[in-house]
Every structure is written in C-alpha cells, then in structure tokens.
C-alpha cells in the first residue's frame, strides 16, 4: 500500500538501477524465500494477488464497521416508543466510505510527494501525473479520516460516535493491507543477513527494488504491529471504551498506529533527511503530535460537557438538515 503505483521515481542524480547495488548484501545460507506467480489469472485478465488482497481487507473493515454500528446506542427520538433500541445508520455507512475516498487519495499524494520531495523539485510537472509515482498511506490515512468526518457532518450522522467504532475497522485494513503487500513483494526493508530475511524469486513482477535481495520485511513487521493495536482496541471495545462518544478512542489508535509506523520505517530504504530520521518518520511524528493534540482538546471538551463522556451525543450546532425530523434513525 505504500508508494503503490507505476513509475515511481528514481532518487535524483542516481541512474536506474542504482538502488539494487547500493543494497545488494550477501545472501545468508538461509532465507525466507518466496516464489509464486504474482499475478491471478482469470481468463484474459491478470491481477495482482496484492491487489486482490488489498480488496479484501476493505470489505473486511467495511463489515466490520456495519456490524459495530449496529452495536453502538444512541438517544431515542422524543416521538419512538420508550425502549426503543436506536443505533447508528449503517445506510451513512456508506456515504462516510464514499467521502473517505478524496480525502484518501490527495493525502495520499501529498504525502507521496513529499516522500520523494526533490526528484519532484525537479519535476514540478509530474506532481499531479498519476503515473508518476503513488500514493503514501500515512497521508491517505489521516485526510481520509477527516473527509470522511466532514461527509458525516453534512449527514448530520453522530460524527464522535463514527470516529468511536471506526477505530477497529481502520486498524483491520491496515494490518491486513500491510499484509497483502507480502503477497506482492512490496514493501522489502533494508537488506538483512539474517535467516529471518524475506526474499522473492520468479518474474513477479513484484513492488520492491532488487526483489531477490534478502531483506527486512518491513510490511510484515508492520503488518504484525498494528495486528498487536486491533487485539488492544478490541479488548478496549470489550470492557466498554465504545461508549466515550467524542472520539479520543479514534485519536489515541491514529497515535498508535503512528508509533508502529515510525518504528518500522527505521527499516525502509529511504534516505534519512532531518538528523537520523528518514522523511516517513517525520511524518509519523507530525501524525503523532496531531493525535495528541486532538486528544487533549477532546479531553478539555469532555470535562466541560459531562454529558460527552458520559455517552450522551451532543447536539451539534451548524448542521441543517431539509425535514430533519422525517429522518429518523434505525
């Protein structure tokens, strides 16, 4: 998932090629070695089992998010009858999955690009070619969450509340999307000599650079990382954090994620830029301070409004809706 896409850019003033003899490594006597078609062949068509992989994880989070919604409680409307169970509108769902997909894709970029920031210096003009390089998943994270929360305001959908069960789902699809990159080659680490090195073999085509090099496996010491945050979240969801309505659930999982992050692209080949940090840790330490100061302004806002952190959806000033009351919730 990160730096996906076609043509992406040789660092300037390196010649093509260059990347693998700065990283060939001495192939230690055993490695984890891959070798399989990349590619499902369905009649005429070819797709990458990557691809298919990432497909999945999406669904996956999807379900994930429409089974929590129908599990999250929210205020009865003065005219339902007392008892009634209300729960969050999984028909928002799917506009919020919609909204998400903007946001996604211009964090995507402009993370990507600021990855890679002078070979597009010098090529001002490929920023905006979408076959000029990807997408950069600590971007696409971050806008995506915040396109999807401005979709769900214009709904008048209980935004904290959709940022409260949105937390398991979103660290679903990047651990089973972190994982799917095993299944493409993507992702390879700094070269290792060590039995636990991963390579791949075969024509591929497979993501990585110099894909028979043993390497870190970097997508799956993330993959495995951020596996660790959904097993901590859910037994949070468990033991009753989905019933705090103003998102620092949401805030402190963006935090962890970022944590996870940093730590493992320690491992990537990108070049360092700031000190010892490479231009995705900086990144990730700019996600993590925004985390936290999200979760300190929320925690302000609940300890003014008791109601918040005692689960009570506030109303939300702002939001008009046409004939708001023939839109009931269910």
């Known amino acids: 998932m990160d730096r996906a896409g076609v043509g992406q850019p040789t660092p300037v003033g390196e010649r093509p090629g260059a990347g693998r003899d700065r990283y060939t490594a001495a192939v230690p006597l055993s490695v984890i070695t891959f070798q399989f078609d990349a590619l499902a062949h369905v009649g005429d068509w070819n797709v990458r089992w990557e691809t298919i992989g990432v497909a999945v994880a999406i669904f996956v989070a999807l379900l994930a998010a429409a089974a929590l919604a129908g599990r999250v409680r929210l205020p009865a409307h003065p005219d339902d009858p007392p008892g009634t169970a ?8 799917l506009f919020i999955a919609l909204g998400i997909v903007p946001g996604a894709v211009i964090g995507g970029r402009l993370a990507f690009v600021a990855l890679h920031l002078d070979y597009y210096r010098a090529n001002s003009g490929m920023v905006l070619d979408p076959g000029s390089g990807g997408l950069a998943l600590s971007g696409a994270v971050v806008l995506g969450a915040v396109s999807g929360g401005l979709v769900a305001r214009l709904f008048d959908a209980p935004v904290s509340r959709w940022y409260g069960i949105a937390v398991l789902p979103m660290l679903v699809v990047l651990a089973l999307g972190k ?41 799956a010491l993330e993959a495995l990382g951020v596996a660790a945050l959904v097993v901590a979240f ?17 805030a402190v999982a963006l935090g962890g994620w970022a944590i996870v992050r940093f730590a493992v692209a320690s491992t990537w080949r990108d070049p360092v830029v700031v000190g010892p940090l490479k231009a995705e840790q900086v990144i990730d330490l700019a996600i993590l301070g925004l985390a936290v100061v999200v979760l300190a302004v929320l925690a302000v806002r609940a300890a003014r409004a008791p109601g918040v952190a005692a689960g009570v959806e506030p109303a939300e000033p702002g939001l008009a809706w046409p004939d708001p009351e023939t839109r009931r919730r269910f």
Do not use: C, K, M, N
Request: glycine share 16%; hydrophobic share 40%.
């Open 234 to 250: 859910a037994v949070a969801w468990a033991l009753g954090a989905s019933r705090r309505a103003d998102g620092r659930l949401f």
């Open 179 to 219: 994982g799917a990159e095993i299944l493409g080659g993507s992702g390879q680490g700094l070269p290792a000599a060590a039995d636990w090195a991963t390579r791949y073999l075969g024509t591929g085509p497979w993501g990585s650079l110099g894909p028979d090099i043993p390497s870190v496996p970097a997508q």
């Open 86 to 93: 209300v729960h969050l509108r999984r028909d928002d769902l």
